[in-house]
């Protein structure tokens, strides 16, 4: 390996380094976040199935009480079926999939919302060839 290769692999790593260590610190400042930086490969939530792909904004936003997160699920990707403890907003960005709201079922896609309510029972499954990407947001719950 040539050093002009060696140099830039070696800055990208540092660069890497530093940025997940700062990611882990918590902020009490504003501040922007881009996807890219925060992707995190998951299971399927709630036991799902298949590959998600989750982007947890303001995660490290001390005293932050809302949860903020978008979750792109690839081709044959679920979120599980379970019951709400918390409302809760879903709100499909882009693909298709298939909503199951307290025992019905019904298509979603691209600019429908979901609110599921504290006690609700749902579950998504993604269909179709692209990703359905969805925004997820909810009050976090304060620890005592």
Known sequence: MNRRIRFIAHASIVA?????????EPRRDS??????DIAVQQ??????????????????AEGFDIVFRQRALHPGA??????????????????RGELLLDGKRREVGAGDAILTRDGSTHALMQRGDEDL????????????
């Open 16 to 24: 890497t380094c530093v940025t997940t260590a700062h990611a882990a």
């Open 43 to 60: 299971p399927g939530p709630h036991e799902g199935e298949g590959t998600t792909t989750a982007y947890p904004f303001f995660e490290q």
């Open 78 to 95: 679920t979120i599980g079926e379970h019951r709400n403890d918390k409302d809760e907003i879903y709100y499909v960005l882009s693909g």
């Open 133 to 144: 990407v969805i925004i997820v947001v909810y009050r976090r719950r304060t620890q005592r």
């Open 31 to 36: 501040y922007v976040e881009n996807a890219r």
